[in-house]
């Protein structure tokens, strides 16, 4: 078994907990290496639904050391509570399965007042975040004045780093940001306290994972957001701060691009976005709210609803050739049931223009006037198939086609939330 990525290979959402949940099972470490608390992963068991938002998708299975990389931002009352919840729910999550980076930068109140009091204040140039602080986090990192996990867990670091930050940090988002000042007093002892919650995990995370390598083990580096949304292949600004793709994995683990062998990207068989941005295939009105509902289409994160689209080929064939997708888990097909007619994006148009490549520039994007494929819907509920043959014709030549548009082979094909409704069509691990 090879290390694989795994990464969303659209705007985020695509269902990728569901099929690390899946994968993990054939990996000895599952491995977060980059976002926050802005991601949502819901996994169903059963006739139960959990929602991790910091914990690698593989700690909901039996002896799996899961791991949380240096790249990854982590706000620690909410990771304790994800901590919690999952006990009482009946799974391990302690320093025998769970490890943490502790080169990990910490989401501090500043920087969740500071993202809301960005987003409000905003107007046309609003963002849409998640409003968990994950760009200014990722700001202060960049600028040499974050908080580390290892400050964290050491009262005389978190004391001394933030009393070098914290009045730079007020002045910003008082006097510019017109918002309230945080005292040195209450985040001290409260984040302390998180830390000694949260110190039994701590660990240095890229040596753990090249030493388990060395022992023959195997990774599975667990993507949040999606392509579309990295920060520098992404459709900027609109985008999240972090390196979403396939390529973030390295640096935010500490692990050598050479170790790593495979990519497989989870693409949902339409696209959705949260959030502001050019979405070139958008479907407003009647139809785009036929399959919201259809998708169950709202944020695991804040509740948002998704904005919903056709499957966009030529951003995807661009997310592919970025992030060296070599396999797409195309995830809820039988959402697309019922319509009558099924549009599938194969080109851009700008000003008239057939476009060779996916545009840098929002305004670009914003003007984009997509080149659709017209395809026979199918009627029939999917949801119980157990084979590609018991798949309407309409269906597979619909797969067929995204495959032939994006370059790239389906590996599996899900018809439904719960673990057993995936079809497989390739082994990604052979
Ligand atoms: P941020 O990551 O909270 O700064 O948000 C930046 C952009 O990324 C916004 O458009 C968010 O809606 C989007 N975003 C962040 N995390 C996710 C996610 O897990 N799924 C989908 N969109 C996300």
Not at 338 to 353: A, H, L, S, T, W
Request: hydrophobic share 35%; with cysteine.
């Amino acid at each position: 078994m090879p290390n694989v990525v795994v990464i969303g290979a659209q705007w985020g959402d695509e269902g990728k907990g569901r099929i690390v949940d899946l994968i993990s099972e054939k990996v000895d470490i599952v491995v977060r290496y980059q976002g926050g608390n802005n991601a949502g992963h819901t996994i169903v068991i059963g006739e139960e639904k959990v929602v991790l938002h910091h914990l690698p998708s593989g700690i909901l299975r039996d002896g799996k050391i899961s791991v949380i990389g240096n790249g990854v931002v982590i706000d620690p009352k909410v990771l304790i509570q994800e901590i919690n919840e999952l006990t009482q729910a009946g799974y391990t999550a302690d320093e025998t399965n769970l490890r943490i980076s502790d080169r990990a930068h910490i989401i501090m109140p500043y920087h969740r007042a500071i993202d809301l009091a960005r987003e409000s204040t905003n107007g046309k140039g609003k963002i849409g975040t998640t409003g968990r602080g994950i760009g200014p986090v990722y700001e202060d990192k960049a600028a040499r004045r974050g908080v580390k996990f290892s400050d964290l867990i050491n009262p005389e670091a978190l004391s001394e780093r933030l009393k070098n930050v914290l009045e730079e940090r007020n002045s910003y988002l008082t006097k510019v940001l017109g918002g309230e000042p945080i005292e040195f007093d209450d985040i001290f002892s409260e984040y302390s306290r998180y830390g000694q919650e949260l110190k039994r995990y701590a660990c240095d995370v890229s040596n753990l994972l090249n030493k388990s390598m060395a022992n023959g083990k195997n990774i599975l580096f667990e993507g949040a957001q999606g392509a579309l949304l990295d920060i520098d292949f992404g459709t900027y600004p609109y985008v999240t701060s972090s390196s979403s793709g396939s390529g973030g994995a390295s640096p935010g683990t500490g692990v050598s691009p050479t170790s790593i062998d495979t990519v497989l990207g989870i693409a949902k068989a339409y696209t959705t976005r949260v959030g502001e941005g050019p979405f070139p295939t958008e479907i407003l009105g009647e139809l785009g709210e036929k399959l919201r509902e259809a998708g169950g289409e709202y944020g695991a994160t804040t509740g948002r609803p998704r904005r919903c689209g056709w499957f966009d080929a030529f951003a995807l064939r661009y997310a592919a050739q970025i992030n060296g997708i070599s396999s797409i888990a195309l995830t809820k097909l039988d959402v697309l049931s019922g319509f009558e007619k099924i549009n599938v994006c194969v080109g851009y148009k700008y000003r008239g223009d057939e476009l060779s490549s996916f545009p840098s520039s929002s305004h670009i994007l914003d003007e984009i006037e997509p080149i659709y494929e017209e395809m026979d819907g199918w009627q029939e509920d999917i949801s119980n198939a157990k084979d590609i043959s018991e798949l309407p014709e309409q269906a597979r030549k619909y797969l067929e086609k995204l495959e032939d548009l994006t370059g790239v082979s389906i590996y599996t094909v899900s018809l439904g939330p719960s673990r057993e409704k995936i079809i497989f069509l390739n082994n990604l691990f052979s």
